[in-house]
């Protein structure tokens, strides 16, 4: 008889009825990303019994500041730093394996030897082909008249598309398969070779990958390293609910990048928010109790797409420099511009947030004035709904209320009401303007630079 596991079935009453609710907590970006969620799930995670991706892949850098040092995240929830807590990897996940494996090799050099690692065996796998087609699509969209994405090129879209296909994607399950694992990639490579010959008549792009055997050999030996980490992750998460453990999900990119509520086109190919947690784990909403939203104190974005607050200019570059706008991911500058009310209102309702964590609010000092949008001009009309679909959302005219700056820094504030008055009141409008608490100010990268409550 195999010994059960805690992530067997057979270890506890799972499907059979009614189980005490364990509980769920979600945090999840609520604006264009990097709003500092891995700040956040740090500070949360020694609370919890785990934490969950849910979606999106290697586009997605989670900074972790510790004791001054920078560690960043692409595919291990952020919740790795804490010893115990189970790091878990959703069906919902596109997931590059040499990613990975870097990020493991990485954790053990910064001494995180056991990492509890838990891996979906139906989350997809990102190929070489995957990544290639990402960036002779953006290439072939950067020509045309509407521009490229500007994704990160991590493979992320062609993964998700193969998965919607479903005759050309591999899951990390299908690794540990050897035999069909070749008949599988063997049949798969010759619609790719037509796609990226289509793509690139040049032959370049497709000359640059793998032969199948080799791919093969190479997905092979991943799988073994892979094995003791795979299992039935929602089992796994129903298990630990059922016990009564809480967990957290840890959302990668942000909600106004979600692809159907987010700013269509110009978004990721994955439900960036809360919405996204059934789906990519398995676990019904019924479990999910608490919804802490991350926002920046202003906004920023990457890669292209509209951003009415957007500031090219003298303020944008301060905030850019102050604030280290730079991408985790891929280096790009990061669009700064003033926070968006509407954006923001919209994105709490999307996610029912229960708590905001407001970041990067010392990045915001030094300035005379700061604005704010509370509502959008369109067609003649003032309105205070945000309007997802890029082509409408370009052609608004945010209307921006001006507010006094503080001079002072504010890194080592530790309280409410150590923070200058004007930074309180600021801290005071987003809730007022949201009807949300912020339970969390961040004033600094490191772990203590925070204001609790
Ligand atoms: P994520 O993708 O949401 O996890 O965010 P990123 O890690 O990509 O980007 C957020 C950046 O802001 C990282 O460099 C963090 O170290 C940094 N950061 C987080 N909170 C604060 C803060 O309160 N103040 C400052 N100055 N930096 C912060
Ligand atoms: P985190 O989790 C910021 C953006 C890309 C691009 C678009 C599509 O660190 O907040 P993709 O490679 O996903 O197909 O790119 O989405 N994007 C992000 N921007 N932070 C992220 O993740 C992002 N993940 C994707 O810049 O505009
Ligand atoms: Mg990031």
């Keep these: ?14 499907g059979r009825g009614p189980v005490p609710l364990g509980s769920g907590t979600a945090v999840v970006g609520l604006q264009w990303g990097d709003e500092g969620k891995g700040k956040v799930i740090d500070l949360l995670a020694g609370s919890f019994h785990a934490v969950v991706r849910y979606n999106g892949g290697a586009n997605a850098g989670h900074s972790v500041v510790i004791n001054g040092k920078r560690h960043a995240l692409h595919l291990i929830p952020s919740g790795a730093f804490h010893p115990g807590v189970r790091a878990v990897i959703g069906n919902g996940v596109v997931l590059d394996p040499d990613v990975l494996f870097t990020e493991l090799d990485r954790l053990a050099d910064a ?4 990492l509890d690692l838990l891996v979906s065996d139906r989350a997809h796998v990102v190929l070489p082909w995957h990544k290639a087609e990402d960036a002779a699509r953006e290439a072939g969209l950067a020509s045309g008249s509407s521009g490229s994405i500007g994704t990160t090129r991590r493979g992320i879209g062609p993964a998700y598309a193969d998965k919607a296909h479903r005759a050309g994607a591999i899951r990390v399950g299908d690794l540990l398969r050897p035999a069909s694992l070749r008949e599988k990639l063997a049949r798969i490579s010759v619609g790719k070779e037509r796609v990226l010959d289509a793509l690139d008549p040049s032959g370049g792009v497709r000359g640059s990958l793998p032969s199948v055997a080799s791919l093969a050999d190479d997905l092979l030996r991943t799988g073994e390293r892979l094995k003791p980490f795979v299992t039935d992750t929602t089992y796994a998460l129903h298990d630990m609910l059922a016990r009564g453990h809480g967990i957290l999900f840890e959302g990668a990119n942000a909600t ?4 159907d509520h987010g700013t269509f086109p110009f978004v990721t190919s994955s439900n960036c928010s809360v919405l996204g947690i059934p789906a990519g784990t398995g676990v019904p909403g019924v479990h999910l109790k608490r919804v802490i939203g991350v926002m920046k104190a202003y906004c920023t974005r990457v890669g292209g797409g509209p951003f009415p607050t957007e500031q090219d200019n003298e ?5 850019r420099e102050r604030g280290r706008e730079y991408g985790t991911t891929t280096g790009r500058p990061r669009r700064c511009g003033w926070l968006d009310l509407v954006a923001l209102r919209y994105a709490v309702m999307l996610n029912g947030v229960t708590g905001i964590a407001l970041m990067l609010l010392d990045v915001l000092s030094g300035f005379d004035e700061i604005r704010l949008c509370t509502a959008y001009r369109v067609g003649g009309r003032m309105i205070d709904r945000f309007l997802p679909d890029a082509e409408t959302l370009a052609e608004v005219e945010p209307i921006y209320e001006a507010v006094t700056g503080w001079k002072d820094e504010i890194g080592g504030c530790r309280s409410r009401d150590e923070l200058p008055p004007a930074a309180r ?4 409008m987003i809730e007022q303007a949201t009807g949300v608490p912020v339970e969390i100010v961040s004033v600094g990268p490191d772990r203590e630079q925070t204001v609790l409550g």
């Design 425 to 428: 009141a600021y801290v005071e």
């Design 111 to 114: 001494g995180v030897h056991s």
């Design 315 to 319: 303020a944008g570059n301060r905030i």
């Design 256 to 259: 106004l990048l979600d692809v």
């Design 1 to 14: 008889m195999p010994t059960a596991t805690p992530s067997t079935p057979s270890s506890s009453n799972v």
